[in-house]
């Protein structure tokens, strides 16, 4: 498909169209970058996407244990810190 650069103030866009934003998955923020000559536009990354879901995937298993024996003490704890 071939587009048009459109003006917009100082700057230059292309206008995308819906099915292409739905299928790439783009909504309001996205990540643009250039690699040689092309511009890579792209989903913003968002590096805690999906935590919700596994703390929960982990404490339907009961796998959201914590692993010491006392919260908070360990035998290092215990015998190698000076407090």
Same mark, same amino acid.
């Given at each position: *498909?071939?587009?048009?650069?459109? @003006?917009?103030?100082?700057?230059?866009?292309?206008?995308? +169209?819906?099915?292409?934003?739905?299928?790439?998955?783009?909504?309001?923020?996205?990540?643009?970058?250039?690699?040689?000559? @092309?511009?890579?536009?792209? +989903?913003?990354?968002? +590096?805690?996407?999906?935590?919700?879901?596994?703390?929960?995937? *982990?404490?339907?298993?009961?796998?959201?244990?914590?692993?010491?024996? @006392? +919260?908070?003490?360990?035998?290092?704890?215990?015998?190698?810190?000076?407090?």
């Amino acid at each position: *498909m071939k587009a048009s650069l459109v @003006q917009i103030g100082n700057s230059r866009g292309v206008r995308i +169209p819906k099915a292409f934003l739905e299928q790439a998955g783009l909504r309001d923020e996205i990540e643009i970058e250039v690699r040689g000559s @092309q511009v890579v536009i792209r +989903p913003a990354n968002h +590096p805690r996407a999906g935590w919700d879901e596994s703390f929960a995937a *982990m404490a339907a298993r009961s796998d959201d244990k914590l692993l010491l024996d @006392q +919260p908070g003490l360990s035998k290092w704890d215990e015998s190698e810190w000076v407090w």
